[in-house]
Structure formats: C-alpha cells, structure tokens
C-alpha cells in the first residue's frame, strides 16, 4: 500500500507515507530527519531576532525611563531579553546536538 511507505509493485525505493511519491535514493527516515533539522534551524534563526528585538525594546524603555517613566518598563524589558537569551541557548544548543549527530 503506497500510504503505508512500503514500495509498491514496481517501484524501485521507498515512497513517501503520505502521497505515494518515490523518494529516490533517500530513506523515508532521513527524509523526515532533515525536515526537523530545517525547523530547528528557522527557530533558531527566529530566536537570534528575537534577542535583536528585546535589545532594541530593552534600549527604548531605558531611554523613556532617563525621561521619567516607570522602572517597571526596564524591569520588563530586561525580562523579556532574559526570556530571550535563554530561547537561543536552548536552540544552539538543540542545533549543535543535531549537527554532530
């Protein structure tokens, strides 16, 4: 059954679970393996903005702060880039576990 992965009558490789499609020289499992690591790295790069982003706020709210607004701003923001910094550690991290695999 072509849904199932298995090669149907005829076909030389494995196909592809969902549509029946032959995936070449490739087994189904590095197939699926390669997908994760793509979406490990776009979080990855997703998170390396999102340090660049909370910087960018964190220096905002100091700058409104030096103008007499509320240290909760700065606290928040120094928050949000702690959240952050920590995020991309963990992807790095996931990633380098993924690349030496």
Do not use: K, N, Q
Not at 25 to 48: G, K, N, P, Q
Not at 85 to 98: Q, S, W
């Amino acid at each position: 059954m072509p849904g199932e992965g298995a090669p149907s009558a005829g076909s030389v490789g494995p196909t592809c679970p969902v549509d029946g499609r032959l995936l070449g020289a490739l087994s189904a499992r590095r197939v699926f393996v390669d997908d994760v690591h793509v979406i490990t790295r776009v979080s990855t790069l997703l998170s390396a903005f999102g340090v660049l982003l909370g910087m960018v706020l964190l220096a905002l709210a100091v700058r409104e702060y030096a103008a007499g607004a509320s240290a909760l701003w700065v606290g928040a923001g120094a928050l949000f880039v702690l959240g952050e910094v920590c995020a991309l550690v963990r992807d790095v991290r996931r990633l380098r576990v993924e690349s030496a695999a």
